[in-house]
């Protein structure tokens, strides 16, 4: 059993700039994908990215051109960049790995972003 610990969030003022990291207890195996999620007060939660195992990636329409996904496979480790913060992308962030065909999904704990005007 993987656990997912996330880390690196804080308060930042609009226009700054975090990065988050989720580091897995054990090797995420086989085809798979990590990514980010978020859920602000009163909404639900939302996709932000994700990065393969090969490393193909995807973000949402909303944070295109400002975050970056990425992974260190021997560190079992993901990141994500996150530049030009509006205070839109307040919200917890919480991490995640799946496995490409359901065998497993796991899940960190979540940490608080908070961007301030």
């Known amino acids: 059993q993987v656990q997912l610990v996330g880390s690196g969030g804080g308060l930042v003022q609009a226009g700054g700039s975090l990065r988050l990291s989720c580091a897995a207890s054990?090797?995420?195996?086989?085809?798979?994908?990590m990514g980010w999620y978020r859920q602000a007060p009163g909404k639900q939660r939302e996709l932000v990215a994700t990065?393969?195992?090969?490393?193909?990636?995807n973000y949402a329409n909303s944070v295109k051109g400002r975050f970056t996904i990425s992974r260190d496979n021997a560190k079992n480790t993901v990141y994500l960049q996150m530049n030009s913060l509006k205070p839109e992308d307040t919200a917890v962030y919480y991490c995640?790995?799946?496995?490409?065909?359901?065998?497993?999904?796991?899940w960190g704990q979540g940490t608080q972003v908070t961007v301030s005007s």
């Open positions: 990065i393969t195992s090969g490393g193909s990636t």
């Open positions: 054990g090797s995420i195996f086989g085809d798979n994908f």
């Open positions: 995640n790995a799946k496995s490409r065909w359901g065998s497993y999904d796991y």
